[in-house]
């Protein structure tokens, strides 16, 4: 069973810093690429970052480059995602995916393409 467990949300002042995990179970990581999403309440979901299998290759989402990092540890089957210089508009429930089949276009990430977390939530106050 593919279980995916996100941890680390919480709440934050502006210009604070979380960092997110997400440990995976019942897949070989290793060979699948690591998404994390977002999805405010009223909005639709956001692709935030997104890493590949070789390291080497990131993407993030045009309103979080230079703020957020994303990583992971292979050894530990879990994905990181550094959340720096928070804004209030980032508040959102953060969820991590899992995908083997689709690279980092995040936008074709869909519940039968991918993995996914139940998610946790990231509160930013202004």
């Known amino acids: 069973q593919v279980q995916l467990v996100e941890s680390g949300g919480g709440s934050v002042q502006a210009g604070g810093s979380l960092r997110l995990s997400c440990a995976a179970s019942g897949i070989t990581f290793s060979n699948h690429y690591m998404g994390w999403f977002r999805r405010a309440p009223g909005k639709e979901r956001e692709g935030v970052a997104c890493?590949?299998?070789?390291?080497?290759?990131?993407y993030y989402g045009a309103s979080v480059p230079g703020r957020f990092t994303i990583s992971r540890n292979n050894a530990k089957n879990t994905v990181y995602l550094q959340m720096d210089s928070l804004k209030p508009e980032d508040t959102a429930m953060y969820y991590c995916?899992?995908?083997?089949?689709?690279?980092?276009?995040?936008?074709?990430?869909?519940?039968?393409?991918?993995?996914w977390g139940q998610g946790t939530q990231v509160t930013v106050s202004s």
């Open positions: 890493i590949g299998t070789d390291l080497g290759t990131t």
């Open positions: 995916a899992a995908n083997n089949n689709q690279g980092c276009l995040l936008y074709l990430w869909t519940s039968k393409s991918a993995y």
